[in-house]
């Protein structure tokens, strides 16, 4: 079994950056694909970002790409994901999910979720 656990997320202004991080308990990531998933206030959880085990692929929404990354770090066991540019349109519960599956930016795809980390994007 995989838990993952968020953290990093807080209230910042628009244009800063943010950096979160996942982490497993349980178990390590290795040989499992995460994604990253948030959710606005009365909207639908929406995918971000999402990273194979190797890290050599990933996958980001229309709206983050160019401003959002992905990484892993095996060593560390974590998985991160760097946004810079933010806008208050980012405002949202940011989610980790883990899978050993595909397709990687399905949300039905994850069967690991962590318990969300809130991000506040203020202008």
């Known amino acids: 079994q995989v838990q993952p656990v968020e953290s990093g997320g807080g209230l910042v202004q628009a244009g800063d950056s943010l950096r979160l991080s996942c982490t497993a308990s349980?178990?390590?990531?290795?040989?499992?694909?995460v994604g990253w998933f948030r959710q606005a206030p009365g909207k639908e959880r929406d995918f971000v970002a999402t990273?194979?085990?190797?890290?050599?692929?990933?996958v980001y929404a229309d709206s983050v790409k160019g401003r959002f990354t992905i990484s892993r770090d095996k060593a560390e066991n974590t998985v991160s994901l760097q946004m810079n540019s933010l806008k208050p349109e980012d405002t949202a519960v940011y989610y980790c999910?883990?899978?050993?599956?595909?397709?990687?930016?399905?949300?039905?795809?994850?069967?690991?979720w962590g318990q969300g980390t809130q991000v506040t994007v203020s202008s």
């Open positions: 999910a883990a899978t050993t599956g595909g397709p990687l930016d399905r949300e039905s795809t994850y069967e690991y």
């Open positions: 990273i194979t085990w190797s890290g050599a692929e990933t």
């Open positions: 349980t178990r390590t990531f290795s040989n499992i694909n």
